[in-house]
């Protein structure tokens, strides 16, 4: 029977995919449909979106840039709801990543290259880790809900950093709205040269490796899976369920504010108000496509950096409005949620069964 239940479960995640992949089919077709209603030629316009995303190594580093922050925020986003958690707060501690290294890499100088970007890294990861961290504390002392605690969180944040780069830490003379570049020894190199691709992909990667060792390979990742399937079994078996919430939420906002971090030492080098598109937002539908397993996040972030890096290739040629992107992104999201209520359903009446019968 135990060998049954596993083989199951070995096809139900097969089936997972499969509906990952499925939703994603039926999205884009709607997406062509709603195209094709606005009088513009689909095939043109999806000829434009491969064009910008993947048709060229200029395209593929583009995608590269524009999945890179996506990879962050849909780990952790993965990180929490693996431990039972709901981090809806990662655009917040993005932008604390992004304020803390901004702070490193423009007023700490005379250190080499190569520790002043560890650096700058190390400060990115604490200033979003401490954000998550404030709702961790308040869910494990005070029981408030991190759901609640993370979106309020997310407008302090934002605001906080308007606030920072029009005073204290505003480029004189002060006219313009955003801080001085950070510093040539803090920023990241060009992987190619004359393009736009830098290494901070790579360092996405390497986290996305020790998030898969973290949580498939160690004892507390392990406990921390545990937490998340059942709080209380894993309470009464002795695992310290309330240390694990801290440190999760912890991780989940370290590694939400390297994508702040990054992006600001790698891509704009300068802290203005406005520095995320919604990143921290996509990182919930990329996790999400991706079952919040590493394999599932890297094509997730894939997926929705191709969109963002060909929509706009997208808009010029055909003047397809870019918001189309958005809407089929949504539908993504939806077909995708969908699909993951209806495999839990399946997976429960399969197990009601399976004790009904041993029984």
Not at 268 to 293: C, E, H, K, M, W
Request: overall charge positive.
């Amino acid at each position: 029977m135990k060998s049954n239940v596993k083989k199951f479960c070995n096809r139900l995640d097969l089936w997972q995919v499969s509906v990952s992949v499925f939703s994603i089919c039926v999205s884009m077709l709607v997406g062509i449909g709603l195209i094709a209603l606005m009088g513009i030629d689909p095939v043109k316009a999806l000829n434009s979106l491969w064009e910008g995303s993947f048709s060229s190594i200029k395209a593929v580093a583009e995608t590269t840039v524009k999945m890179t922050p996506l990879l962050f925020t849909g780990m952790s986003y993965a990180l929490a709801n693996r431990c039972g958690l709901t981090n809806l707060g990662m655009e917040g501690q993005l932008y604390m990543g992004a304020l803390f290294a901004s702070i490193v890499g423009i007023y700490v100088s005379g250190l080499p290259s190569i520790l002043h970007v560890l650096l700058t890294i190390l400060a990115g990861m604490l200033g979003g880790g401490l954000w998550g961290l404030i709702a961790g504390t308040l869910k494990v002392f005070f029981r408030a809900s991190e759901i609640i605690t993370t979106v309020m969180l997310n407008t302090i944040a934002i605001n906080l950093v308007e606030f920072m780069v029009n005073g204290p830490i505003i480029e004189p003379p002060g006219i313009n709205n955003q801080t001085r570049p950070v510093l040539e020894s803090a920023r990241l190199n060009r992987i190619v040269p004359d393009m736009r691709a830098h290494w901070g992909f790579l360092v996405a990667i390497m986290v996305l490796i020790l998030f898969w060792f973290f949580l498939f390979k160690s004892k507390k990742g392990f406990e921390v899976r545990v937490s998340g399937q059942n709080t209380f079994a894993a309470t009464y078996s002795g695992i310290n369920t309330r240390r694990n919430i801290l440190l999760i939420m912890f991780l989940a906002g370290g590694v939400a504010g390297l994508a702040g971090c990054i992006e600001i030492i790698g891509v704009q080098t300068r802290l203005v108000p406005v520095i995320s598109p919604g990143y921290g937002f996509d990182g919930i539908a990329v996790s999400l496509i991706g079952n919040n397993a590493p394999w599932g996040i890297f094509f997730g972030a894939l997926l929705f950096g191709a969109f963002r890096a060909g929509g706009n290739r997208m808009q010029m040629r055909t003047q397809t409005p870019i918001t189309i992107i958005s809407v089929i992104q949504a539908l993504v999201i939806i077909a995708v949620i969908s699909g993951n209520i209806l495999t839990d359903k399946i997976k429960a009446r399969k197990m009601v069964y399976s004790q009904s019968a041993t029984e």
